[in-house]
């Protein structure tokens, strides 16, 4: 059974920095498409990086493209997002996904599996 287990977030003030952790079980996920995606309330949930550690590539939303990099572990299964320079809307739970094979990198539905969240808030 694929299970995702998100950690990491918290209070932060603007400016400031904090980094998510993602641990997989129930399979290797270097070959998967695997990513972020964020969901504030009353909003819609929307995709912040993604990656495909197999082949090298990583993919941001404009909105956090510089501030923001996924990063991937093999050895442990485990996928990461740095956040720099958090901005007040930034804030939101922040959701791990994974898939296998190809999908709509930014398309919350391609993902077939989904970790709890994890809150983040970023004070001004």
């Known amino acids: 059974q694929v299970q995702l287990v998100e950690s990491g977030g918290g209070l932060v003030q603007a400016g400031g920095s904090l980094r998510l952790s993602c641990v997989g079980s129930?399979?290797?996920?270097?070959?998967?498409?695997t990513g972020w995606f964020r969901q504030a309330p009353g909003k819609e949930r929307e995709f912040v990086a993604a990656?495909?550690?197999?082949?090298?590539?990583?993919y941001y939303d404009d909105s956090v493209k510089g501030r923001f990099t996924i990063s991937g572990d093999n050895t442990n299964n485990t996928m990461y997002l740095q956040m720099n320079s958090l901005k007040p809307e930034d804030t939101a739970i922040y959701y791990c996904?994974?898939?296998?094979?190809?999908?709509?990198?930014?398309?919350?539905?391609?993902?077939?599996?989904w970790g709890r969240g994890t809150q983040v808030t970023v004070s001004s």
């Open positions: 996904a994974a898939r296998p094979g190809p999908g709509m990198v930014a398309y919350y539905p391609s993902y077939n599996y």
């Open positions: 990656m495909r550690r197999s082949a090298g590539t990583t």
């Open positions: 129930g399979h290797t996920f270097s070959t998967w498409l």
